[in-house]
Each structure stands twice: as C-alpha cells, then as structure tokens.
C-alpha cells in the first residue's frame, strides 16, 4: 500500500445511497479559503469529506465517521483505503426528524431525534442494510419541540447513555424534563434527569483521568453584546442545577429571573467563553499524534454568533487544563473562518481519529475538516522524476506526506541481514533508515512507522530506524513462508500476504490487531493461488492480487469465514495494488514487466507501461503524478506519469 492522497473531485466520486451533495465548485471555494485559517505551526488543515450540514460526529469500530444532521439524515463517511480522505459518503438514514445525535455503542450506532432515540444494529458490519427496517426505538419521550430540539448524545465511562434536552425558548420556565441532561441505559430503561438547568447544550465529552462529565452551554439571547458567556460546565455527580433561567454564565441575570430563587443551589461554569460565541461540539484530546502539551486538553467549536453587532466566534478553541483537571487557560487553537465579519465556515463538532488526528464538522460549508501535525500532505513529488538508479533489488515503495520515499532494497535474495529501507529525499539524495533486514519487501506507513514484511516476520521501522519484530515466525497460526505485502487500516490493524512456496503452500492472509493477536483471514484452500498485494477496498474487504495466477479477487472479512471474489484477470505475476489520486486503480505484473490501469477492479485493464524487468510493488507520489514503480531485477524506482 502507499499512503495516497484523494483529489476532491472524486473524493466522493463512488457515492452509494444516493446522497445529496453540494456541488464541487463549493468545494473548491473551500479548498480556496483554507489558506485563510490561522493555525499553531505544525499544525494543518485539509478537506476530509464533503458532508451536507454535518454536525455530531462519531467513530465506528472500523474508522468509519457517523455524522448527524439537523434535518433527515444520517450519513456513514468511508475512507475505504484509509489515506485520511474520504472515499464515500453513504446516506444510511434519510426519514428523521431532526437527527442530529449520533453515539457509537458496543457495535451500534445511536440516533437521537428531536422526539426519540432509536438504536441501529452493526453498521460497520454493512453500509447497504435497511437500516430503517432495522430502527429499534429505545425512548420516544423527549419534547418534540423544535426550539433547541437538536439533541446531543454521548456515552460514558459509567455504561450509560447521556442525552442533552435545550429549553424550548430563549429564557423561559422549563417544564418537565426541558432544559437538562438525561442519562440512561443504552437500551433506554433507568432513565433519570442527571443534570437541570442547562439552557442548550450541544457539546459533551468526559474528562480523561476523572471520568467527570463535562459540556457546553449557550447562553441567553438578546441580553447584550457581551452578556451572558457561553459556559463549559463540569458535573461530577447526578442531581446539579446550572441556573438557567435564573443565570446565564456565573452571574448574568435576566430581568425577569432577577428577583427569583432557583430551587437549589446553582453550579457555576468551570469555563466561560465570550457571550454568544455558540460553543458546541468539543473533545478531550488523548492522541499521541499533537505535542505533548495539547494532552487532556479540550477542543471546542465555536459556531459564532447570529444576534450580536459585531460577529464573534467561527473558530476552534482550546481550553488548557493543569495537573488537577482544572482548567487553566482559554485560547484561540484555529481561526479564520471568520474574515472582516464575513464567515465562510461554523464548526459544530470535533471528533479524534485514531491515529490522533482531528476531525472538525462544518454544517454551513457542508465538510469535514481533518486537523494533523506533522503531516501536510501538500509536498511536491521527488526531484528528478523519471527514474532512480542504483538500487539493490528495489521491492516495494511508499511516499511520506511530506515527499520523502521509503524503498525496500532485498540486496541478494535470499541472503539474510543485507536488506534494507532507504530513503530518497525530495531533493534527490539519499539515505539508509534502517538495515539489517532479510528480504524486506511490501511496507504500508501508518502513525509516522513503517511497517515491513521481512520474510517470515513483520517489522515495526521508526523514522529514527528503530526496529521492533511485531510478528515473529512462532506468532503466526500458520507456518509463515513468503510474507510479501502490508496493508494497514485507520485502527492500527496490519494486513500481511503470505504467497507460500512455488506451488502456493502454505499460502494465507493474516490480520495482526494493535494488541498483537494474529487472525488467519484465508489459507491455501481460499481459491488464491498466491496472494501478494493488497489494498483496502472498503469495510471489512480486500483487494489481492494473485501471483501465481495473475488473478484479481476481492476478500470479505467481516464474518467468522472470509468470502472470496474473483474480480478480474490476466495480470501475469499480479503483484502491486494501489490506486490514484481519482481513485483509478493499478496492477503490477511482477513476471511480465507490466503495469495495468482499471478504472474499477471489474473494467477491462489497459497496458499503461511495459518493458520492465519487473514490475514490482507499486505506490503514487503525493501529488498524484505519478506512479512509482520498483523494477526489482534492474535495480530501478521508474516514474509513471499518470496525470
């Protein structure tokens, strides 16, 4: 695999369920105005998805983003060969009511409507089942009232469900259960009001390290310019009233509450942020990926105001906490959305990926944003495009996002400790990272690592060449033989090729899971003669390239037993998978010198290159360019220009 970068234009290119979608020229009016976006250094922002009026967001098992909406729908956001850019939107609900809530429990997905909350079995498991059939609902006593009727809905370390409930009005007497947080049992039974007095809350996370729940609030319109602040409210046990509508912020009264008691004692806000700035949606981040310092911190989006003379807010905010879990600070984190009092862009919601990076939901520009440091995936593709000389049995190829190339050099196959990675840098010139190896051959890049398969182990490689064995021979369940390719997904789960012998024993495909348990997806018996590349070809399914039958097939993974696909063929010795920047896909053929182009895995290939000795694993340089190609017996890494 190769870490490759999607071009807007088709990032939702292979859209299912008919999504509505806003046109590209937005898109490339929001690509124009990213410049404009003040961020900390080392800091960047690109487009992850363009998702009509995303709010709430919330990660599945597998990497896949649940956004929720303030109108119908419900959209599942794939990113299929996991790049870090979307490669579907898929509308999975489109019947709501204000659908706003979405919470990932136990392998289901939670929808929070304006009048109820109903359950989802497993989307993870397929995107295409009718899921409306599927509707469980778990609660259907909320005030189905639209004024602040968006629900927000989170899960806890406590096992329970957490549900926001806005007052029906600007300033007003609640009724009922108006103006609180619920808590509940994930299949909707012991439910209790968990927190009172909370105008509009449409933002909860809990505290790392304290488990304490903590939320936005909006304050009261119409009271001024600079009154009341926004809240960030921390509520440690059941029962707490926050003040609404007797206070706004810690001590803003309105004039008709001014002489009215609250039934119990008030908590004030640990937080408060500039009046009608509109703080939703936040996170506690707890990546390794930013700087150590941003540890524990919280990210909120600030929607911006609507009701104030100058306009305030459109912007991310972080909120420092000290070694207490008390918050310490307030500052600007992102801004930029907001240019001489013209906005482009209201964040509604921050969500963390697993490798780290952050995802921000804009429902006014229709995007996803992903928030990454270290990793600007604008860097011009290598100097000297064309060919790089010199190579000792060139095997496999990955870009960094910041232009570099990570080669696998086998040195004299079969000869152990004479292989290598080395590095090209953009300028041409080169360096060993790591060396040492066997007969390294495929790799994938995932969190800043370098993951290679080295004969019968798998090798974990940091930037700074440090080795650690993830998968020596004795893990496997199987006798490991020809390891040969690595695919990795957004969770940290590594994919390895066996191709066994000449005759195809002992051949298999193997899952190694973050913790380091080994599952055996397919064996000899799999109908895959033997499998060399791979490629992430959505939820739970590979695309493998067969070297010894020069076969095509897809794997489907998400049951106890894979299921087999035979897609295309004719590839000769069919060994490198990777797709473009327009989501075209490509074939090496190992025995033939060849490489291949296919618009869709079934489509009939055309013959892009040929004349190699051969053509080994193959990746994209990271501006789309080109593909690279290791031709291992001539010692070659050759430029494919595809655009």
């Known amino acids: 695999m190769k870490i490759q970068l999607r ?53 599945g098992t597998n990497g896949t983003v649940y956004v929720g909406t303030r109108g119908n729908k419900v959209y599942a956001v794939v990113d299929k060969n996991k790049d870090f850019k979307a490669d579907q939107v898929v509308t999975i609900l489109d019947d709501l009511s204000v659908g706003n809530g979405v919470a990932m429990i136990d392998g289901n997905l939670y929808v929070a409507e304006q009048n109820r909350i109903a359950r989802y079995a497993a989307p993870d498991f397929d995107l295409s089942l009718p899921f409306k059939d599927m509707r469980e609902v778990i609660y259907d006593k909320l005030p189905n009232k639209s004024h602040h009727g968006w629900r927000y809905i989170a899960y806890g370390p406590d096992k329970k469900l957490y549900v926001t409930v806005g007052a029906p009005c600007n300033i007003c007497d609640p009724q009922g259960v108006e103006a609180s947080i619920l808590r509940m049992d994930p299949d909707g039974k012991n439910v209790e009001v968990f927190a009172k007095g909370v105008r509009n809350s449409v933002g909860m996370d809990f505290q790392p390290g304290t488990g304490v729940l903590h939320f936005t609030d909006n304050g009261m319109d119409m009271m001024g310019d600079d009154i009341p602040h926004d809240e960030m409210n921390a509520a440690p046990k059941a029962g707490q009233h926050f ?90 984190f992102i801004d930029g959305w ?53 190579l000792a049995m060139p095997e496999s190829v990955v870009a960094h996002p910041d232009g570099r190339l990570f080669v696998s050099e086998i040195g004299e196959f079969g000869k152990n400790g004479d292989g290598k990675i080395t590095i090209i840098n953009t300028d041409g010139s080169r360096q060993t990272l790591a060396d040492g190896l066997n007969d390294p051959k495929g790799m994938d890049l995932f969190n800043n690592q370098l993951y290679v398969a080295d004969v019968d182990q798998v090798v974990k490689i ?30 940290g789960n590594v994919y390895v090729s066996d191709s066994g ?16 348990k080994i599952r055996q997806l397919v064996n000899e018996k799999s109908g895959i003669k033997r499998p060399n590349g791979l490629l992430l070809d959505g939820v739970n399914q590979l695309l493998v390239a067969d070297f010894g039958s020069g076969k095509l097939f897809q794997v ?80 070659e890494l050759v430029y494919l220009p595809v655009k």
């Open 243 to 332: 003040g609404f509508p007797y206070f706004g912020g810690r001590d803003a009264r309105p004039v008709d509450w001014q002489n009215k008691q609250p039934p119990q004692s008030v908590t004030p806000p640990v937080v408060e942020f500039q009046a009608h700035s509109a703080n939703l949606g936040f996170k506690f981040y707890t990546g390794k990926q930013f700087p150590a310092e941003y540890q524990g911190n919280a990210f909120v989006a600030q929607h911006g105001s609507w009701n104030r003379s100058q306009p305030v807010g459109y912007q991310l905010m972080r909120v420092v906490f000290d070694e207490n879990h008390k918050p310490k600070a307030t500052e600007v």
């Open 7 to 59: 071009a807007m234009g088709v990032l939702l290119g292979s859209v299912l369920g008919g999504a509505a979608m806003s046109s590209y020229a937005d898109i490339a009016d929001v690509q124009a105005n990213l410049d404009k976006l003040k961020v900390p250094a080392g800091f960047n922002v690109e487009v992850y998805a363009e998702v009509p009026g995303a709010r709430q967001m919330a990660l």
């Open 556 to 635: 489907n993974y998400a049951g106890k037993t894979a299921a087999v696909t035979l897609l295309n063929q004719g590839f000769g010795g069919a060994d490198g998978l990777v797709r473009d920047t327009d989501g075209v896909l490509y074939i090496s053929d190992w025995a033939g010198g060849k490489v291949w182009q296919l618009t869709d895995p079934r489509a009939t290939p055309q013959l892009i290159s040929e004349g190699h000795q051969s053509s080994a694993d193959i990746s994209v340089t990271v501006d789309g360019r080109f593909i690279l190609m290791p031709d291992m017996k001539a010692g």
């Open 462 to 491: 940091g930037l700074d060449g440090s080795k650690t064995v993830i998968a020596k021979p004795s893990d496997f369940p199987s006798i490991p033989v020809f390891l040969n390719d690595i695919e990795i997904d957004g969770l």
């Open 501 to 516: 012998d000449d005759n195809g024993k002992h051949a298999a495909i193997y899952q190694i899971s973050p913790a380091g």
């Open 338 to 390: 907001l240019n001489d009092g013209a906005a482009w862009g209201r964040p509604t919601d921050v969500l963390q990926l697993n490798d780290g990076s952050l995802l921000v939901s804009d429902d006014y520009s229709g995007v996803i944003y992903r928030v990454s440091y270290g990793q600007k995936t604008t860097a011009p593709a290598a100097k000297g495009a064309g060919k790089v000389t010199g």
